[in-house]
C-alpha cells in the first residue's frame, strides 16, 4: 500500500472505479486529491461517493445524466424503503442545486434524436449530423419494423430469443450488403444472451 501511495501521490491524474476508492481509501485521504470528478455520477451510489472525499477535496465535480441509468443496488427492497437508487448528482439537481447541462448532441441524425427530445426539450441537433448520407436502398434512414411473433425463453441460458426477428435482421443485413455496404459498416444490437446466439447460427 506505501509503495500505491507513493505511486499515487507522485502522479498528476488519478483515476479510479469506486470499487477501488474504498479499497484504497486511507490512501487518497492521506493524499487528499484537491479535484474529484466522478463520471457517470447517475449511476454511483451516494454512499460510494462521499467515503471517497477527503477533507482536502476545494473542487467537487459531478458529470452524468439523471435521466438515464440510476444506481442499481442488489436487494430491490432496499432500494423502495431508503431511496438507495438515487445517486448524489440526482438528488441534488431534484434540491434545485445549480448546474450545467449540455445541450448539443453530435452524433444521431436528426430523426432518431427526435425520439427523445421530450425528455430533453431544449436538444438542439449540431450542423454536422445534418450532413449524414441517407441510407442506400431504404425508404427511410429511422424506421421501426412492427411484428406479432412471440420471443421464446431458454431455461439454460436464462434469455429470451426471437426466431422471427433474427431471421429478419439477417435477411435485412443481406439486403444491406448487396445494396454495396461493407461488413465494418453494419452493427446489429440485442440487449439479450439467446438472441445473440441465434443471430451467430444464422450468420456465423
Not at 440510476?70 to 438515487?86: E, F, G
Not at 427530445?117 to 445534418?130: A, E, G, Q
Not at 455496404?181 to 453494419?186: E, L, N, T
Amino acid at each position: 500500500m506505501l509503495n500505491d501511495q507513493k505511486i499515487m501521490a507522485n502522479s498528476a491524474v488519478i483515476g479510479m472505479t469506486t470499487t477501488c476508492a474504498a479499497r484504497y481509501l486511507s490512501t487518497l485521504k492521506a493524499i487528499g486529491p484537491k479535484v474529484v470528478i466522478v463520471e457517470e455520477a447517475a449511476e454511483v451510489f451516494e454512499a460510494h461517493i462521499v467515503t471517497a472525499l477527503s477533507q482536502k477535496c476545494e473542487h467537487f465535480i459531478l458529470i452524468g445524466d439523471h435521466k438515464q441509468l440510476r444506481p442499481n443496488p442488489t436487494v430491490y427492497r432496499l432500494a423502495v424503503k431508503y431511496n438507495l437508487d438515487i445517486s448524489l448528482f440526482e438528488r441534488m439537481i431534484k434540491n434545485n442545486v445549480p448546474y450545467d447541462c449540455l445541450e448539443q448532441q453530435h452524433r444521431m441524425r436528426p430523426e432518431i434524436a427526435d425520439i427523445v427530445r421530450f425528455i430533453y426539450p431544449h436538444f438542439k441537433d449540431h450542423t454536422s449530423v445534418f450532413e449524414y448520407k441517407n441510407v442506400k436502398g431504404m425508404e427511410a434512414n429511422m424506421q421501426c419494423i412492427n411484428h406479432s411473433e412471440m420471443e421464446s425463453f431458454s431455461d439454460g441460458l436464462s434469455s429470451y430469443s426471437n426466431p422471427f426477428e433474427a431471421e429478419f435482421a439477417v435477411a435485412l443485413c443481406d439486403y444491406l450488403f448487396k445494396q454495396g455496404f461493407g461488413k465494418h459498416q453494419i452493427t446489429v444490437l440485442t440487449t439479450y444472451t439467446g438472441q445473440r446466439l441465434e443471430l451467430q447460427r444464422r450468420m456465423p
